[in-house]
């Protein structure tokens, strides 16, 4: 009888876990002094830093060190014409020009797993510049995320036609801050994640999302969600481990 039960206990510890699994991504990392205030999330919360900003290569290794998962964040041309910055890509940009700012970029982040596209709701609909951006990811290992800032992205099919590991964004969590807002997207964040056992979110280090997300992260694992490194949905068989057509903000 004791053997039963030993095995019994064995048993479940090395079953696989069915908890809904969320990758939660904070990016526009790299500006204000107040980003730094994303080092007091939990480890498990990727960040995505934009390049050659001030604070960037600061902030990716502090975050490396505590164990975040780091992402670049890539700059790309919007429709509403919004300045890029240092490093942001263009329709107007060679081919050359492109594969060059995409790995100066890469160059200037420490410890990149994935990268993500900043804005783009322009650059993301065009076929050869995205074509470039995932053949130099592919290049350096790099994962993807599609931010899906427009219906009309192009990105993630060029990834998924290169063998760029894929992820898409599924969710925005504060394109509003108020509280009830913010409330209101961790809840869709919960049932979406439990309808669909995985979900790619995104948010903002906003002091009001840092706010909410301290205050409300421990409610994930009461509604047995568990929080994961975003390289942790990517199919198994694109190298790291699992991964709905989301609303879609443009910028």
């Known amino acids: 009888m004791r053997l ?53 290569s600061k902030l990716a290794k502090a ?5 975040h998962e780091i992402m670049l964040h890539l700059p790309m041309q919007a429709l509403n014409g919004k300045a890029l910055g240092v490093g942001g890509l263009t329709n107007n940009m060679s081919e050359s020009q492109i594969r060059s700012s995409v790995l100066a970029a890469i160059a200037s982040m420490p410890f990149a797993k ?17 074509l470039w951006v995932m053949e130099t990811l592919k290049q350096k290992q790099l994962y993807f995320v599609d931010s899906m800032t427009t219906k009309f992205t192009k990105a993630g099919d060029k990834a998924d036609s290169l063998g760029v590991p894929l992820l898409r964004r599924q969710l925005f969590l504060d394109n509003d801050v108020s509280a009830a807002a ?7 964040m ?35 969600i568990e929080l994961v490194p975003t390289s942790n ?15 879609v903000r443009q910028k």
């Open 4 to 56: 039963f039960y030993i095995l019994t206990l064995w048993a479940l510890c090395i079953a696989p876990s069915n908890a809904a699994q969320i990758a939660l991504i904070i990016d526009d990392i790299g500006y204000r002094h107040t980003d730094e205030a994303v080092l007091s999330l939990p480890s498990a919360v990727t960040l995505s830093v934009l390049p050659h900003t001030p604070l960037s």
């Open 63 to 67: 975050a490396h060190a505590k164990g």
């Open 114 to 130: 994935g990268a993500n596209n900043h804005m783009g709701s322009l650059l993301t609909q065009l076929d050869d510049p995205m």
């Open 182 to 188: 913010l409330e209101k997207q961790f809840n869709l």
């Open 190 to 224: 919960i049932s979406q994640a439990h309808s669909q056992g995985s979900l790619v979110a995104i948010a903002h280090p906003y002091p009001e999302t840092i706010h909410f997300l301290k205050t409300n992260l421990a409610r994930l694992k009461a509604e047995g």
């Open 233 to 247: 949905l990517l199919p198994i068989e694109l190298a790291h481990e699992k991964g709905a057509n989301p609303a």
